[in-house]
Structures are given as structure tokens and as C-alpha cells.
């Protein structure tokens, strides 16, 4: 099982930038797709962003495409979103999860294609 932190939420202006970063330990990172869910009170967690094991196949849910961008460093078993343009309905706490797919680039489109998260980081965008 893997142990995963997020990092670099807080409170931005609309229009402003944000990167999380999602610290993996326990097992080595390159065995995983991740992914960055998000939630707001009341609504079900939706799946954001994915990105495959080697990195090269993404997937982005369409209000964030254009926008957001995810990315990932093996090496340093950390996973970014790098969070541009944002709006005040991007406001959620946002978590990183993570899946060992069979194939290696599979990636996770929804929430139940996830078996370990991290606790999750407030984002708040001010009007």
C-alpha cells in the first residue's frame, strides 16, 4: 500500500495559480496511475486529472482542460496539477489517488477506479 500527502492548497484569487503536489511513500511511484479528485460539500468526489504510469497518457475532465495540467517525477515519487486561470467553482479540497492498473498506460477516469488516497488539500478561489 502506498502512503500519499498533498501539498499547496490555500486560498487564491480567480485567476490566479496553484500547484499541489502529491508526495507517495511506502512503494515506489512508477508502479501506479494517479489521479487528482476533487469535492465540494454534498456533491460526489470527481475525478479531475489522471495520468497514466510512465506518464504518457493523460486524461483531463472538461472544465478543467486548458487549464489544469498534471504531471509527474518517478523519480522524486511526487505527483503535481499545476492550476491556472482558476475560478471560484474550482473551490473543493482536492485529492491525489492512486491505482495499479494491468496495463501500464491505463488511466483513471472516475473515483472508484481508486484504491489509495491521500487526505486531501483545501483549494479556495476568491471572486
Known amino acids: 500500500q502506498v502512503q500519499l500527502v498533498e501539498s499547496g492548497g490555500g486560498l487564491v484569487q480567480a485567476g490566479g495559480s496553484l500547484l499541489l503536489s502529491c508526495a507517495a511513500s511506502?512503494?515506489?511511484?512508477?508502479?501506479?496511475?494517479m489521479g487528482w479528485l476533487r469535492q465540494v460539500p454534498g456533491k460526489a468526489r470527481e475525478s479531475i486529472a489522471a495520468?497514466?504510469?510512465?506518464?504518457?497518457?493523460?486524461y483531463y475532465e472538461d472544465s478543467v482542460k486548458g487549464r489544469f495540467t498534471i504531471s509527474r517525477d518517478n523519480a522524486k515519487n511526487t505527483v503535481y496539477l499545476q492550476m491556472n486561470s482558476l475560478k471560484p467553482d474550482d473551490t473543493a479540497v482536492y485529492y491525489c489517488?492512486?491505482?495499479?492498473?494491468?496495463?501500464?498506460?491505463?488511466?483513471?477516469?472516475?473515483?472508484?477506479?481508486?484504491?489509495?488516497w491521500g487526505q486531501g488539500t483545501q483549494v479556495t478561489v476568491s471572486p
Open positions: 511506502g512503494r515506489a511511484l512508477s508502479t501506479y496511475a
Open positions: 495520468i497514466s504510469r510512465s506518464g504518457a497518457n493523460t
Open positions: 489517488a492512486a491505482r495499479e492498473f494491468v496495463y501500464a498506460e491505463s488511466v483513471g477516469t472516475r473515483a472508484s477506479d481508486y484504491n489509495d
